[in-house]
C-alpha cells in the first residue's frame, strides 16, 4: 500500500497529540503529588510547587485584593487562622450552707470577632453586682519556608499547640531568562513560507513565556 502524504501527516498528528497528551499527565501527576497539606509531628506543613501569584485570586481572593496593587514585587505569601481554646476547671470559693440555693449566672461577649471570645460561668447564691475577667494570651510563630527542588515546604509551628486552620500559602515563580523557554510538539494552521499557501501544519517547536 502506498503511503502517501496525507497519511504521513495523520500520524504526525496522531503522534504529537498522544504525546502532548502524555506530557500533560504526567505534569497532572506531578503537581498532585507535589501539594500536601496538614499537621506532620505537631507543626503544620504545606508543600507545593511554585505559582503565579494571580492563582491567589481562586485561592484567597480577599487576600489577593489586598495585595494586588503591589503584588509584582511580593515573592512570597501567607495567612492563616488561629484558635487555640482553654478550658479551666471549677473554682470553688467559700462553701455554701445547705439551706442556699446556688444558681449559676453565664456571662460571655457578644462575639463581634473571632480573635478573642470568652464565657464566664459563675455560681453563686445572688447575682454579682459586677464582674471583671482579665485574659493574656501569647504564643510565637515560627514560619520557615524551604526549598527542594520544584517543591516548596512551609512549615507553621505556633509555641503554644493551637490550632492552625484556613491556610494559604503562595511561592511566587521566579522565572529566568532561559526558565522562560519552552518546547514540546506543537500543531495548528497557518501559513507555509515554502509553498506559500495556507495549510495545516505540525512539528516540533520552542516557545517563550513573555509573563
Aim: aromatic residues 14%; charged residues 25%; proline residues 2%.
Amino acid at each position: 500500500m502506498k503511503i502517501g502524504k496525507t497519511h504521513i501527516i495523520m500520524l504526525l498528528m496522531a503522534l504529537a497529540i498522544s504525546v502532548l497528551g502524555i506530557l500533560l499527565y504526567n505534569t497532572h501527576n506531578a503537581a498532585e503529588r507535589a501539594y500536601e497539606e496538614g499537621y506532620k509531628n505537631g507543626t503544620y506543613v504545606i508543600e507545593k510547587a511554585d505559582e503565579t501569584i494571580n492563582n491567589l485570586k481562586k485561592e484567597n481572593k480577599e487576600l489577593y485584593d489586598s495585595i494586588k496593587s503591589y503584588k509584582d514585587k511580593v515573592t512570597f505569601v501567607t495567612q492563616f487562622k488561629y484558635k487555640k481554646i482553654y478550658i479551666t476547671d471549677t473554682v470553688y470559693v467559700n462553701k455554701p450552707q445547705p439551706n442556699d440555693t446556688v444558681k449559676t449566672f453565664v456571662y460571655q461577649n457578644k462575639k463581634e470577632n473571632d480573635s478573642l471570645n470568652y464565657k464566664l460561668s459563675i455560681g453563686s447564691i445572688a447575682e454579682p453586682n459586677w464582674y471583671k475577667l482579665d485574659m493574656t494570651v501569647g504564643d510565637k510563630f515560627t514560619i520557615i519556608n524551604k526549598k527542594d527542588g520544584d517543591t516548596n515546604q512551609t512549615i507553621i509551628d505556633s509555641g503554644n499547640n493551637g490550632l492552625i486552620e484556613e491556610v494559604t500559602v503562595i511561592n511566587k515563580k521566579q522565572n529566568s531568562f532561559w526558565k522562560r523557554f519552552g518546547y514540546g510538539p506543537n500543531f495548528g494552521f497557518g501559513y507555509g513560507l515554502v509553498k506559500k499557501e495556507f495549510d495545516f501544519y505540525v512539528g516540533f517547536g520552542v516557545t517563550y513565556d513573555l509573563k
